[in-house]
């Protein structure tokens, strides 16, 4: 089951903005991570940050965490066409097994 | 370091055969592999989670009778697709991790399109 409602479902920017997508989960978990998928790849994993974090930095990416209200942020900065993906977030609910419950996905357009 | 293989990369097959997907860890001995499957446009589910020399255990609502899938090594896991119909045509993704390495990260495979007529 999908437990990750990601907000939007699609972003268009320009080239050198910023762009910020949401993921709210429904279950406690061990961690979040962050993953992109260019259109028929599979997926790069981003970050991951866990539940005792509330933030962490990667680069041009920005991720926050708030385990109160179940929600997660990626910050983009200064996004670059190549950035134009899939962006998905998911969630680790067991720390035993490491299944990976997925959002539904923003689809990012960096125009030039 | 921690790259992710899958075989065949696309596979387009008639209604009725059976197609097998490869999925294996190349420099790093997966304990674990994930098997998802994703729509057009739409996000990941995950089908099952296989460890290595055990059975898989399926998600709900996946027929393991139709899924079928073996990890008989610790860099190779594969799945089954059995008398395959249109409705399994999909993308088809594995993932890998590994309980050697301190780390929650799975890495993922390039996914596998099976197109079935």
């Known amino acids: 089951s999908q437990q990750g409602e990601e907000d939007p479902q699609a972003l268009s920017i320009q080239e050198g903005e910023n762009a910020t997508m949401n993921c709210s989960y429904k279950?406690?978990?061990?961690?979040l991570q962050w993953y992109r998928q260019n259109s028929g790849r599979g997926l790069v994993h981003l970050i991951l940050?866990?539940?005792?974090?509330r933030e962490k930095h990667s680069g041009r990416l920005r991720v926050t965490l708030d385990t109160s209200k179940k929600s997660s942020s990626l910050l983009i900065t200064a996004s670059r066409a190549a950035d134009t993906a899939s962006y998905f977030c998911?969630?680790?609910?067991?720390?035993?097994?490491?299944?990976?419950?997925f959002g539904q996905g923003t689809t990012l357009q960096v125009k030039p | 370091g921690a790259v992710v293989s899958q075989h065949p990369s696309r596979v387009i097959c008639k209604s009725g055969t059976s197609v097998k997907i490869e999925c294996r860890s190349l420099?790093?001995?997966?304990?674990?592999m994930f098997w998802y499957r994703q729509f057009p446009k739409k996000s990941l589910m995950l089908m099952a989670t296989?460890?290595?020399?055990?059975?898989?255990?399926?998600e709900q609502g996946v027929e393991k009778d139709k899924f079928l899938i073996n990890h008989a090594s610790l860099t190779l896991s594969t799945l089954t697709v059995t008398s395959a119909h249109p409705e399994d045509s999909s993308f088809y993704i594995c993932?890998?991790?590994?309980?050697?390495?301190?780390?929650?990260?799975?890495?993922f495979g390039p996914g596998t399109r099976l197109t079935v007529l």
């Open positions: 993932s890998a991790k590994t309980a050697y390495l301190s780390t929650d990260t799975q890495y």
């Open positions: 279950t406690s978990i061990n961690n």
């Open positions: 940050i866990r539940s005792n974090e």
């Open positions: 998911a969630t680790d609910a067991s720390s035993n097994t490491g299944k990976l419950i």
């Open positions: 420099d790093f001995q997966a304990t674990t």
């Open positions: 296989s460890n290595e020399g055990s059975k898989a255990t399926y």
